[in-house]
């Protein structure tokens, strides 16, 4: 069960840090601020998702 669930944090983590990343690349931020914040989630994660839901730069992303 524990792993289970383990597995679907790990998912929905992974499944947000995309969407920050699909954020950020349609971001109107210089490509250098968008390249830093793509790294800092790739090797951050969950700090680097909180902090960019915090303080990044946001897409024109329409649903």
Same mark, same amino acid.
């Given at each position: 069960? #524990? !792993?289970? +669930? !383990?597995?679907?944090?790990? &998912?929905?983590? &992974?499944?947000?840090?995309? $969407?920050a990343?699909?954020?950020?690349? *349609?971001? #109107? %931020?210089?490509?250098?601020? *968008?390249?830093? $914040?793509?790294? +800092?989630?790739?090797? &951050? @994660?969950? &700090? #680097? +998702?909180?902090? $960019? %839901?915090?303080? #990044? @730069?946001?897409?024109?992303?329409? +649903?």
């Amino acid at each position: 069960m #524990g !792993s289970a +669930l !383990s597995s679907l944090i790990g &998912l929905a983590i &992974l499944a947000l840090d995309i $969407w920050a990343i699909i954020n950020i690349v *349609k971001s #109107g %931020a210089d490509t250098g601020m *968008k390249i830093i $914040w793509v790294l +800092l989630i790739l090797f &951050l @994660p969950v &700090l #680097g +998702l909180i902090i $960019w %839901a915090l303080a #990044g @730069p946001r897409g024109n992303v329409r +649903l």
